[in-house]
């Protein structure tokens, strides 16, 4: 039975091609260069997410090529073709190699492999096969390939699904248990709420920053009413205590701190600014602040920092003031 009402659709006669091209995008694949070399010496390379498996006995594996790539004559003529599965840093390779031209080897690093075809340094596998068959696609030919020898590296891949580039994430469902209160099987449930997990992390990174500051030393509150008045100087200090979200009492006595170290100047019902040794300060805060980062979250992968940043500012967006 039907239940879901398309976005778009088409049938065989009159159908968009564009809609039909939009619609394979649902099926997400990897990114692969797939390189040849003439026996002349000629090599060209070019992106396809066509790769699939076919056959694990032979182990054979096919792409698909359009009849108009102008590095067609070369896979015809070659012996092997590379399949160079990109890893998730390579998606300058995949840009390259899917513009038509000569030089798109230039200042990429590469060995020759079977055949000389190419391959490409820093990929996350690569599949060096021999030619074992061409079949007519209609736009496209089908290069089916018997894998002479493979390689895989501990490196994550470059996904390509809805016309866009993505990586790997692992679906935060998958390894979910269907648990049941407090029966010891998975995190007990009300461990996994959002808030409890933002304000554990939280905590444990908030202390651990303060506690390394060492001489340079400043209270939390201290330091976000410098950090504020950085982006917003002139504010009150009811601006500063709803900025900061510290409330009247915490920011007052924020301010009397700053003021007496001549950090801060101006007038708490007008108008406040940081003093020289103020922005000098905070300066040095952020240095320690970014390496800290570093050092804390050296470890975290760079996609998933940026993710959950992304995220937190989306919570944030509708929040009032844009400091927090
Ligand atoms: C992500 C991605 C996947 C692609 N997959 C294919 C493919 O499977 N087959 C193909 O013929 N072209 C594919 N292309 C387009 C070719 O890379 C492009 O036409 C390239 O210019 C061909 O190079 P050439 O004309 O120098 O041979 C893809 C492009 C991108 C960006």
Known sequence: MRTDDPTEAGAREGFDPKALRRTLGQFATGVTVVTAAKPDGEIVGMTANSFASVSLEPPLVLWSIVREAK??????EATHFAINVLAKDQL???NRFARPGQDKFVDVDWTPGLGSAPVLSGAAAVFECARHAEHDGGDHIIMVGRVDRFARFDRDVLVFAQGRYGVTAEH??????????GSGDGPHPYDDFLIPLLHRAYSSLYDAFFAELGEEGISGPDMRVLAYLSIRPGSSAELVS????LGSQITSEALETLRGQDLVAGDPDTALHLTETGTARLKRLI????RFELERLGDVDAVELATIKRLLRRLTENDGPEFG
């Not at 390894?175 to 209160?181: E, H, M, S, Y």
């Open 172 to 181: 935060p469902l998958a390894d979910r248990q269907p648990g049941i209160a």
């Open 287 to 290: 240095q320690y602040a970014e």
């Open 71 to 76: 590095s067609l004559p070369v896979f015809l």
């Open 242 to 245: 709803r900025g900061t979200y």
């Open 92 to 94: 300058d390779h995949s």
